[in-house]
């Protein structure tokens, strides 16, 4: 099973840009399609974007869409999120995801259900 860590979380004011990290290890990314979910305080967690395997073919939340990008690295087996206009809604735990090895290459997965390993969380906070 794959572990995925995020990383570069932190505080950014709303308007401005802020890019968080997921490091697989123990497995390579490249057999998954990937997913970030984010939660905010009292909230459920929600779907953010999930990219295919191959990179080709991204779904946005309709939340993030035209703010946020979504790229992946297989060789550096790790996932990025771009998230730029932030805005105070945008304050949460991030979380990335791995779905279940080996689905198609330009599957993209919007529900959690649908994913097997999840890191620890990033939070992100945003200052209005």
């Known amino acids: 099973q794959v572990q995925l860590a995020e990383s570069g979380g932190g505080l950014a004011q709303a308007g401005g840009s802020l890019s968080v990290s997921c490091a697989a290890s123990?497995?390579?990314?490249?057999?998954?399609?990937m997913g970030w979910f984010r939660q905010a305080p009292g909230k459920e967690r929600e779907f953010v974007v999930s990219?295919?395997?191959?990179?080709?073919?991204?779904e946005y939340a309709d939340s993030v869409k035209g703010r946020f990008t979504v790229s992946r690295d297989n060789g550096k087996n790790t996932v990025y999120l771009q998230m730029k206009s932030l805005k105070a809604e945008d304050t949460a735990v991030y979380y990335c995801a791995a779905s279940r090895p080996w689905v198609l290459p330009t599957t993209v997965q919007v529900a959690a259900t649908q994913y097997r390993a999840w890191g620890q969380g990033t939070q992100v906070i945003v200052s209005s």
């Open positions: 123990g497995g390579t990314i490249d057999a998954y399609a």
């Open positions: 990219i295919s395997r191959n990179g080709d073919i991204a």
